[in-house]
């Protein structure tokens, strides 16, 4: 796996619960992917835009893919997910929504800016791996090599 970059992951979630489940699914493979991760709306489109205190790409990375929680506050994540696709740069980046209810599920999959995918939380270790490799293609390729 010489010159492979670890998969980036920006999580953003507000609830400390939740981000340690969610990074405990991330960490139970040992896939090594590189996770950053935010507390709320603001902060994250600050990150994905290089703003304030993130203004340095190189200590703070552009991800590979967003797991964006959708009951965020002041902006849910539909709505962080809809300034996302208004930037041109952001557009093609993945973003898996995580949903506590049914019904955030459906907003998130029926809504006019859709997500790469949408999860319920708690997402299992599983999921998640799969969840990863059908929404960034060369986490798949990463993980298989970490297997030979």
């Known amino acids: 796996m010489s010159n492979e970059k670890e998969p980036r992951i920006l999580l ?6 939740d981000r340690e489940k969610t990074l405990e699914a991330l960490r139970k493979h040992g896939l090594g992917y ?15 835009l290089g703003r304030g205190r993130f203004h340095e790409r ?22 962080v997910l809809g300034r996302i696709r208004e930037v ?4 093609s980046l993945p973003v898996v929504i995580l949903c506590t209810t049914p019904e955030e599920r459906e907003r998130a999959m029926v ?8 999860a319920m939380k708690p997402v299992s270790a599983d999921d998640m791996r799969d969840l990863l490799r059908m929404t960034y293609p060369s ?3 990463y993980a298989a090599m970490r297997f030979e």
């Open 88 to 91: 041109e740069a952001l557009r």
């Open 12 to 17: 953003v979630e507000d609830d400390n619960t």
């Open 58 to 79: 190189s200590r703070h990375p552009m991800p590979d893919v967003v797991l964006l929680d959708m009951s965020l506050a002041p902006l849910d994540g539909l709505r």
């Open 34 to 48: 590189e996770v950053r991760f935010v507390a709320g709306p603001h902060e994250a489109l600050d990150y994905l």
């Open 139 to 141: 986490m798949a390729t």
């Open 111 to 118: 809504g006019s800016v859709r997500a790469h995918a949408c």
